[in-house]
């Protein structure tokens, strides 16, 4: 596996295959470059990982039932990040987050 720069070790939480993506296979993965938890995209078809901004220590990810979203909890709050990386976009308060998913009509369900 590549380790990224500084020789982050991850630790893979989820690990999803995306349904209908005949040609790519990613994972998230959490790990600390700053000492905080950070979230990653490890692409396993070419085995690099790729650091998402969350803003906060995320926890809990989920993907979105397109794969192109990933929701996860950060500082009480339900929030999401584009696959690819970009604006973080605050959904909703969630002080006790415990799990989401994602449904296929853009509902998410959070506990």
Known sequence: MAVASGGIRPVIIAQLEHI???DWFDTIVTAEDT???SLWVRDLQIDSLRR???AGQPTIP???PDS??????AEGEL???PRVGGAVQKIAAAPDARGGAWGRDGTIVYA
């Open 52 to 54: 998402l901004e969350s």
């Open 35 to 37: 000492g905080l938890p």
């Open 20 to 22: 209908g993506c005949a």
């Open 62 to 64: 989920f993907w979105s």
């Open 68 to 73: 192109e979203a990933i929701g996860f909890f």
């Open 79 to 81: 929030r999401r990040v």
